[in-house]
């Protein structure tokens, strides 16, 4: 048992890791009656590189669980292009958009409802094989116990019910079920934050080696950032339906560019009472503005602390680019920053 | 050292379900000194919350308080009659919850309910309206003239937050109790109710006992802290000493395995093996020991009590951090198994 | 080695498994009212059965016992206005009863579980049409409508279950439509979809399986609505035709009577009664066990 060493996550080089998917320009509204709409994400960009862990965090109502199923096509987009590979995803229906399911799975963040609480264990980890006519008879319960054992599950409880199960093992269980018809990318919906905090790190090292294992590619979605660094190779910052910063975990958290991530990155606590105690946390004023009515301009103007209004930040909504090498920022200061 | 205002001794609090008696919490004592800020840590099921509804007698059916003292000022609630008790309740210990949506009345404006906080315990109605709109400015809610009619549904997350908070410290209680009340918020509005709390804490003197999960909340708010698992306490003591050098092996894996947004190197996350014990059949001996990586022999036989193991440190393990990682090479560890760095200690007395 | 926790398997041991039914079958064992309607219905059945087979006088013979006469040794609930024997006839009663119950139920299940998925789940317009549908059939006066139907198409018991499905399916179709309403939002069945399920499996195999306690409720339900609804039609003379009995007509024929010989009424109202009540109580313990968040 020596110590292991302890590296810098290498992140993957642009450029020569392939781009696995492919948003542009994505758009998602919802009505909202009376002529209105949320504007759930407003106009969204970004690639996934093949085999990295892409971790996109935001609070609540930034649009990053619309995303999710919008990358995975739960959700029809209400204009924008994904593209899995050469496949536009968008301009699919039917079947062959079904067809393509077998390249994007997802985990799902609430262990107890994700499961259907009337089928056996065995039947809800073999139904993508099943939907699909992939394996069957013999060959499929053995690709189930392979699955069960794969995640840490003994594999004699396929017969079994959700309901015997604790979180965590039911978490398992549905990251089982993500991999039976080996994907190429596996979105990961707050796949740990129903859990218990003990239980969090044995599905973020599980997830991990899976990912070595398999050479899989993860789109990790989740608020806590303290988990999302951990586990990400890039990270994506999202505000009310836009993105605002993206860039390696490393340079995300070290060098932000955005007002709003370092806001974040000052509120997250940090379990060391000495250093906690010598933090001081960036106010942002005000409230998460409506995303029926999103504000002019930079979306983050109302609240951000170093912004000029009117000009340009109320008036002039900035563009998502890069402001050094692979880091990416949507905001008209970010040297201030 | 000033007298503690609070102390819990000896509790137990059972909840009789139909597949049997669940020991919600099992023989727990600390105790609580005036306008300090004391966390309880621990997980689901651990019996955090349950402890904090025992000591305002609110433990809801089927679970009821079997035993124990629960000490205000050397009187002892379990003895008082329900009328004694609800006087204290709201007036002198003070509760707040997790989810603000559903512990204030979507019906009723928020003034309102902040006013009836204070008219149930004497005070007339125009004093109240005009304290409630000092206590909405000093929880930062601004406008709060206007706010004051506002419903609950009209306010965003934090700011339901704000007006429960408001409404706890309405009577100036001695002691504020807050169950995981940020949780259910995201992280720029939790920082704010912390900061606010911490604040408050300084600024009223009001001691707050703070209950979560989250070993980072703990850290930036408290002074003391109590780690909790399976209905017990594992360790206790001063807030340093418990993240700095953790004695339990329950704490030390805890804080291993949470992901620092402010780690230089990504290492490895240890994980604790297994899952949450089952409260009906608890494991016998150290409840932690079919989890336990530094388990020895009599672990699994013995419970152990809670014994000064470091200055000023309470953690109740035979082994504790500082053998585990002279004799089995804790530091070392990269996979934490339960068992891991046990074997060759059989037998012996700590 | 990272993969070396990939690869080892978290031993365990789970509690023997216990299922969802046998859970449920477990409270409804404790609830003693449905325990005593389902010995009271077991019994019924088992009359039912043996009626095909045999009854104590065949149950078209008139003339067997004397006209009105009360219950004796001989005949054991007496005799109707034609002097039939009114056990026997009661015990053939009870297979019209029961054939009507469940029949009616097993079409209303055919026909209006499928419609209430199609409509909850894909909402839209396909909702709009059923919706509209549905309260159209619910303006109907089904005692009126139920008449006019077997009027036209002639009193058989076929007719009579066609007649009471064609006023009554709407029960069973708005309650699984609730249900389907409420399960497509659950994360199982997006799930479902992310795994590439395909219509009929996500209707049938996701949706269908988990509003099965209330189906089944319903259904118990409405077997005793059926019992009654053919009853009502047969007193007032459009149910099953002579000689065949049913406790509704054979009340009917002893209406005229109640003052001298009550027991051709009461009789079988009395069977009417205790299965209605039977069918209920059944129903009620089944919802009660059936609904996972009843804790008791």
């Known amino acids: 048992m020596t110590a292991q060493a302890a590296e810098a996550r290498p992140a993957p080089s642009p450029g020569a890791a392939k781009s696995l998917v492919r948003v542009e320009q994505v758009v998602k509204h919802f009505p909202a009656g009376f002529g209105t709409s949320v504007k759930a994400v407003d106009g969204v960009s970004f690639e996934i590189r093949e085999g990295e862990t892409l971790g996109l965090v935001g609070e609540s109502g930034c649009g990053k669980s619309t995303l999710a199923r919008l990358v995975t096509q739960l959700l029809p987009v209400t204009s924008g292009k994904i593209f899995l590979g050469d496949v536009e995803l968008t301009s699919l229906g039917g079947e062959k958009l079904r067809q393509q399911r077998r390249q994007l799975q997802m985990i799902f963040q609430d262990p107890f409802a994700s499961l259907d609480p009337r089928m056996t264990v065995g039947d809800i980890i073999a139904e993508p094989l099943d939907n699909f006519g992939v394996l069957r008879g013999r060959k499929r319960n053995e690709r189930v116990q392979e699955l069960l054992r794969i995640v840490g599950l003994n594999p004699n409880f ?8 604790s979180g965590g093992q039911r978490q398992r269980i549905g990251v089982a079920r993500a991999l039976a018809l080996n994907p190429k990318l596996v979105v990961c919906d707050e796949a740990i934050s129903a859990l218990d905090v003990s239980i969090q790190a044995q599905i973020v090292n599980l997830l991990e080696d899976l990912q070595q294992k398999f050479k899989l590619t993860y789109l990790f979605i989740a608020h806590d950032l303290s988990v999302v660094r951990h586990i990400s190779d890039r990270v994506m910052v999202m505000y009310l339906g836009k993105i605002v910063e993206v860039a390696d975990s490393a340079g995300t958290y070290t060098d932000p560019k955005h007002p709003y991530t370092k806001a974040l990155l000052s509120a997250i606590p940090v379990p060391d009472p000495k250093i906690q105690r010598g933090r001081r946390l960036v106010e942002l004023s005000g409230e998460i503005p409506s995303p029926i009515h999103p504000p002019s301009g930079c979306r983050f103007h109302t609240r951000c602390p170093i912004a000029r209004v009117p000009t340009p930040c109320a008036e002039i909504e900035p563009p998502l680019e890069e402001k050094v090498r692979d880091h990416l920022a949507a905001c008209h200061f970010s040297q201030d920053v | 050292m000033a007298a503690p205002i609070l102390q819990v001794r000896n509790l137990r609090t059972q909840f009789s379900t139909q597949d049997g008696i669940v020991k919600a ?3 727990v004592s600390f105790e609580l000194y005036p306008g300090e800020t004391l966390g309880i840590v621990g997980e689901s099921g651990s019996g955090k919350s349950v402890t904090a509804l025992s000591i305002l007698r609110l433990v809801p059916e089927p679970g009821r308080i079997v035993s124990g003292q629960i000490l205000f000022h050397n009187e002892d609630l379990m003895h008082m009659s329900d009328e004694d008790v609800r006087e204290i309740r709201g007036r002198d210990i003070a509760m707040i919850f997790q989810d603000p949506q559903s512990s204030l009345n979507p019906v009723l404006r928020v003034g309102f309910q902040i006013d009836e906080a204070m008219i149930a315990h004497g005070k007339s109605k125009p004093d109240a309206h005009v304290r409630t709109i000092e206590l909405l400015k ?49 992280v720029t509005v939790q920082a704010q109710i912390l900061e606010l709390l911490g604040d408050l804490n300084r600024e009223l003197g009001t001691a707050i006992i703070m209950i979560t999960h989250n070993m980072g909340v703990v850290a930036g708010l408290c002074t003391r802290v109590i780690v909790m698992y399976a209905g017990q306490i594992v360790e206790q003591g001063p807030v340093d000493q418990i993240f700095e050098n953790p004695q339990h092996p329950y704490t030390w894996s805890l804080l291993k395995s949470i992901p620092r947004v402010d780690a230089v190197r990504h290492e490895r996350l240890r994980s604790i093996e297994g899952i949450a014990p089952d409260l009906l059949r608890p494991p016998s001996g150290c409840r932690f020991h079919p989890r336990c990586p530094f388990r020895i022999e009599k672990c699994y036989t013995d419970e152990p009590t809670l014994k000064e193991v470091a200055p000023d440190d309470l953690a109740a393990c035979w082994v504790t951090m500082d053998r585990a990682r002279k004799e089995m090479g804790a530091d070392e560890m990269v996979d934490i198994r339960p068992g891991a760095g046990s074997g060759v200690h059989k037998g012996r007395e700590s | 080695m990272a993969v070396a926790s990939a690869a080892r398997a978290v031993e365990f041991e789970l509690p023997p498994q216990q299922s969802l039914w046998s859970d449920a079958w477990r409270r409804l064992r404790r609830n003693r009212f449905a325990l005593i309607a389902t010995v009271y219905l077991v019994f019924l059945v088992a009359v039912a059965l043996v009626s095909t087979v045999w009854t104590p006088y065949r149950m078209s013979a008139i003339g067997v016992a004397e006209t009105y006469s009360p219950p004796s040794a001989a005949h054991l609930l007496g005799a109707d206005p034609l002097g039939r024997d009114l056990l026997s006839r009661l015990m053939v009663g009870s297979q019209v009863s029961l054939i009507v119950g469940v029949g009616t139920q097993v079409l209303v299940l055919l026909v209006g579980v499928p419609i209430g998925l199609l409509a909850g789940y894909y909402r839209g317009w396909l909702d709009n049409v059923v919706t509209f549908i549905i309260n159209v059939f619910y303006g109907i006066p089904d005692v009126l409508v139920a008449m006019i139907m077997v009027f036209l198409l002639g009193p058989s018991l ?51 399986p988990n509003a099965m306690g209330p189906i089944i409720v319903q259904a118990t339900l409405g077997i005793p609505a059926a019992i009654l609804f053919e009853a009502f039609l047969s007193f007032l003379g459009v149910g099953v035709q002579p000689p065949t009995p049913s406790w509704g007509s054979m009340a009917n024929e002893g209406v005229q009577a109640i003052q001298y010989a009550p027991h051709i009424v009461i009789a079988p109202s009395i069977a009417l009664s205790l299965t209605l009540m039977a069918f209920n109580f059944l129903g009620d313990g089944l919802r009660d066990a059936l609904d996972p968040r009843s804790r008791r």
């Open chain 1, 158 to 165: 396929n017969n079994r019910y959700p309901h015997e199960f």
């Open chain 2, 25 to 27: 919490v099992d023989d």
């Open chain 2, 138 to 186: 000093r929880v930062r809610i601004p406008a709060a003239e206007t706010r004051v009619k506002d419903f609950p549904h009209q306010l965003s997350g934090g700011m339901r937050q704000r007006a429960m908070i408001a409404m706890g410290l309405a009577n100036a209680p001695q002691i504020l109790i807050a169950d995981e009340p940020t949780t259910a918020l995201d």
């Open chain 3, 158 to 208: 076929t007719n009579i279950i066609i007649a009471i499905v064609a006023t009554r399916w709407m029960d069973m179709a708005r309650l699984v439509r609730g249900q389907a309403l409420s399960l497509r939002e659950r994360e199982f069945v997006e799930a479902g979809r992310a795994a590439g399920a395909k219509p009929f499996k996500m209707l049938f195999g996701h949706i269908m």
